[in-house]
């Protein structure tokens, strides 16, 4: 069964950083690419962030790029996402996925 867990959300400032980790279990993680993705109440899903499998090509969404950095350890089956230079609109629930599959996700707010 495929799980997944995130961790690392917090409340923070403008300008603050915060680093998210997503462990990954019941399938075999170094082969799938990995997303993360982000939900607000009035904004529905956003994707974030995607890396390949090796964790040699990432891509990112134009309102985080230049401040998130995602990254995977596969000896560890973690998935991370660094998020710098936050902004309030940064605040949402942040999911790790692979396909359809999210975990529980991990709160970030943003506020001064």
């Known amino acids: 069964e495929v799980q997944l867990v995130e961790s690392g959300g917090g409340s923070v400032q403008p300008g603050g950083s915060l680093r998210l980790s997503c462990a990954a279990s019941?399938?075999?993680?170094?082969?799938?690419?990995m997303d993360w993705v982000r939900q607000t109440p009035g904004k529905g899903l956003e994707w974030v962030s995607t890396i390949n499998s090796d964790g040699t090509s990432t891509s990112y969404a134009d309102s985080v790029m230049g401040r998130f950095t995602i990254s995977r350890d596969n000896a560890k089956n973690t998935l991370y996402l660094q998020l710098n230079s936050l902004k309030t609109e940064d605040t949402a629930v942040y999911y790790c996925?692979?396909?359809?599959?999210r975990g529980q996700g991990t709160q970030v707010t943003v506020s001064s």
């Open positions: 019941g399938f075999t993680f170094s082969r799938y690419a």
């Open positions: 996925r692979i396909g359809v599959r």
